[in-house]
Nanobody, 115 residues
Framework: QVQLVESGGGLVQAGGSLRLSCEAS????????MGWFRQAPGKEREFVAT????????YVADSVKGRFTISRDNAKNTVYLSMNSLKPEDTAVYYC????????WGQGTQVTVSS
C-alpha cells in the first residue's frame, strides 16, 4: 500500500523559509511523477511543483518560481519542497502526491506565513 507522509510545515514570518518533506513508501517510485499542491481556505487545490522521480526534471508554478524548489532523494524515497521568501499568500495546506497509473495523496501539512 502506497503511503505519502508530509512533514516540515509550521508557522513562519513573511520572508522566512521552510522545507517540506514527503516520504514515500509501499513501492518503487522510479516511474512516478511526484508533486506538491496546496489548498488555502476557501480556495481550490492548486499546483505548486512537480518532479519526475527518474530524470529529476522539475516544474514549478509561476506563482512560486524563483522562490520554491522541488527536489528528491532517491535513496530516502523522499521529495522535498524548499520554500524561500515566503509570503502570507503562501499560507495553505500543502499536499504531496505521486502519480503513475494511479494517483496517491498524502494527508497534508499546514504552512502559515504571518505578515
Amino acid at each position: 500500500q502506497v503511503q505519502l507522509v508530509e512533514s516540515g510545515g509550521g508557522l513562519v514570518q513573511a520572508g522566512g523559509s521552510l522545507r517540506l518533506s514527503c516520504e514515500a513508501s509501499g513501492r518503487t517510485f522510479s516511474n512516478y511523477v511526484m508533486g506538491w499542491f496546496r489548498q488555502a481556505p476557501g480556495k481550490e487545490r492548486e499546483f505548486v511543483a512537480t518532479i519526475n522521480y527518474n530524470s529529476g526534471r522539475a516544474y514549478v508554478a509561476d506563482s512560486v518560481k524563483g522562490r520554491f524548489t522541488i527536489s528528491r532523494d532517491n535513496a530516502k524515497n523522499t521529495v522535498y519542497l524548499s520554500m524561500n521568501s515566503l509570503k502570507p499568500e503562501d499560507t495553505a495546506v500543502y499536499y504531496c502526491n505521486a502519480f503513475s497509473n494511479e494517483l496517491y495523496w498524502g494527508q497534508g501539512t499546514q504552512v502559515t506565513v504571518s505578515s
